[in-house]
């Protein structure tokens, strides 16, 4: 990496060799300052805990209404999404979430998650090997989340490769983020589809969406972007975390060992596996005016932001040793599912999963092995596995 000024950076965080391994660079441009210019992408880089945070939380200043994206097309095309509205649309588009996604509103598939946890750890026990990504992260996700939504049995799987590329075209003007437009238009034709036909289940949560469109309450295309980030947002958080969970017992096995002894760090371990590895690395905001961080960081108005909840939680200035896996850290203060009004509505939910997957392979599972070498799913925003190879004692 080389600079210009101190806190100028012609570093490309979305290249093959940084979306790998984007930890080193996170802690050079945090040691830069609170903020950084990326003169690459035309982006400042905001890294350090406590400023992330406070971006988060000042919707104000660092407004989503302009789009996350950095890129017009994805912008533009998504302008009815809630994740690019500000208050108070964004407040009254996002009661349709909170209300369906709630702890209370989610204690009636409690108990279901854990039966299905149950049994795909049993089945898994049986097998000894597996790929931790398919057989495992995706199983509950794409069932749980689609029976909350309504969504009809078939069609199910091909979306989870619509998912990805969604998150992918919201990165910065590059081959990856071209890539990723057929499968957006798939995915937009689809939902489309599926909302002009209501072949959706009386009941759930797709079906509260349709209601609303005929209400009145919100447009087609709101009732669109309401459903894809339901999908979107639901599957990648999930997926990661649980796959991230099986690649780090698997490489710190005294930390499974404590899991199985004391089977209530469950929950502790949980926050540190997405604080540590932060399955929603980067979004982006626009400022309204001009922001002076301090040590010279001073960022204009109508400047474009990308904030990281990657390196955020990585931070050495808020977490101790942070590139240490210890399940009991506890970290309940992590930015991995964001914070303020964006925060991520779904996490009740990849909650709710992952301790269910947790609990019930800590009850059978003395040892995870990697069996090959763990393929990276690289992609603009997010931060996951392609393939992950195990094998279970």
Not at 64 to 86: C, E, Q, T, V
Not at 160 to 173: E, K, Q, T, V, Y
Not at 351 to 366: F, G, N, S, Y
Not at 376 to 385: K, V
């Amino acid at each position: 990496m080389t600079t210009t000024t101190p806190l100028t950076s012609d570093l490309d965080l979305f290249s093959d060799e940084a979306l790998t391994d984007p930890y080193p660079h996170y802690k050079a441009l945090r040691d830069l300052g609170p903020a950084v210019h990326l003169t690459r992408h035309g982006l400042w880089f905001i890294s350090r805990y406590e400023q992330v945070r406070s971006a988060l939380g000042d919707w104000e200043t660092f407004s989503s209404g302009r789009g996350i994206g950095l890129n017009d097309g994805f912008n533009d095309a998504w302008g009815s999404a809630l994740i690019n509205m500000d208050p108070p649309a964004q407040t009254e588009q996002r009661k349709l979430f909170t209300d369906r996604l709630s702890p209370r509103a989610l204690r009636p598939v409690a108990a279901d998650i854990d039966r299905r946890a149950d049994q795909l750890a049993a089945d898994l026990v049986t097998r000894g090997s597996f790929d931790a990504v398919t057989d495992l992260a995706q199983d509950l996700p794409v069932h749980v989340i689609m029976d909350l939504i309504g969504w009809p049995t078939e069609g199910r799987d091909q979306l989870l490769d619509m998912a990805a590329g969604w998150f992918d075209s919201a990165g910065p003007a590059c081959p990856r983020t071209a890539a990723s437009v057929p499968k957006v238009e798939a995915l937009m034709g689809y939902l489309a589809e599926v909302v002009a036909k209501e072949n959706l289940v009386p009941g759930g949560f797709g079906w509260t969406l349709l209601e609303a469109h005929k209400a009145g309450q919100i447009p087609v295309e709101g009732a669109i972007g309401l459903l894809a980030g339901y999908v979107v947002a639901a599957f990648d958080t999930t997926i990661s975390t649980i796959s991230s969970s099986m690649w780090l017992f698997a490489r710190h096995p005294e930390q499974w060992d404590l899991l199985r002894s004391e089977p209530s760090l469950v929950p502790a371990a949980f926050n540190e596996i997405v604080r540590i590895e932060s399955p929603i690395q980067v979004f982006s905001r626009t400022t309204t005016r001009e922001v002076d961080l301090g040590e010279g960081a001073v960022i204009p108005a109508g400047a474009r932001v990308l904030h990281s909840y990657g390196a955020a939680n990585r931070d050495e200035r808020h977490f101790p040793d942070p590139d240490r896996f210890d399940i009991r850290r506890n970290p309940v203060d992590h930015l991995g599912f964001g914070y303020g009004n964006h925060a991520c509505a779904g996490q009740g939910l990849a909650r709710l999963e992952t301790h269910a997957v947790l609990k019930a392979l800590a009850a059978r599972v003395q040892r995870i092995e990697l069996t090959g070498e763990p393929v990276r799913a690289l992609n603009n925003i997010t931060r996951g596995f392609q393939s992950l190879p195990v094998r279970i004692h």
